[in-house]
């Protein structure tokens, strides 16, 4: 095979990020909280909710750190413009393809932020009759918290800085990134 002359700009070594979690100390944190669910739920069959997309990565690391039978399944939401965000309503874009009636659900995120997108999915899946609804977060901003959001199970709380990586993205891009990272300068 042909060597090709062309440079690879390593994403992962982009000098506009600052690594604030090593791909180590998430995986250890995530072991941790995999031990916690196993205990916790034992004999109970949890369904684990991953919200879409950015949770598919701490969920898929959190799942197989969870040695009990369960089940998982996503829902993609969105929410209104911004001039509406703030009340809170957020629309379904993708919805689950069971009844929960009678499940303990782990509702499992990346990052609880302002909290109006999970204080609106939290009493959404409550209000569908499931046994009982946790959350696990893997990140929590508390300094911008308007509505108040129980996390049941947190991975690392974290200061005000918009972060990218593991699942995390500014427009689209950084998702594949292994560890969590400070963007430096979103417009460079
Ligand atoms: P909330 O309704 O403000 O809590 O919004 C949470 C959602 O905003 C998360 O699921 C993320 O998709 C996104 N978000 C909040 N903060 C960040 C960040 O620092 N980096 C990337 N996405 C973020
Ligand atoms: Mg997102």
């Not at 998982?72 to 209104?80: P, T």
């Not at 009493?123 to 609804?133: D, E, F, H, I, P």
């Not at 918009?162 to 430096?184: C, M, S, T, W």
């Amino acid at each position: 095979m042909a060597t090709s002359s062309t440079s690879i700009e390593s994403e992962f070594s982009n000098p506009n990020l600052e690594v604030l979690l090593s791909e180590q100390e998430i995986q250890s944190r995530i072991k941790t909280l995999g031990a916690e669910i196993t205990r916790d739920y034992a004999g109970r069959n949890p369904l684990l909710i991953g919200v879409l997309k950015g949770a598919c990565f701490f969920l898929s690391d959190l799942l197989r750190a969870i040695d009990i039978p369960l089940s998982i399944e996503f829902m993609a939401i969105s929410s209104y413009g911004s001039s509406t965000r703030t009340s809170g309503e957020v629309r379904i874009m993708k919805d689950l393809d069971v009844p929960i009636e009678g499940r303990h659900i782990i509702v499992v995120e990346d990052i609880v932020d302002t909290g109006l997108t999970l204080s609106y999915l939290l009493a959404n899946l409550k209000s569908r009759g499931a046994a009982s609804v946790k959350l696990v977060a893997l990140l929590d901003k508390y300094e911008r918290r308007q509505r108040e959001v129980q996390i049941d199970y947190l991975g690392f709380q974290i200061p005000d800085h918009f972060v990218v990586g593991y699942g995390l993205d500014f427009a689209e891009r950084y998702r594949n990134l292994p560890f969590i990272a400070v963007l430096k300068n979103p417009e460079a």
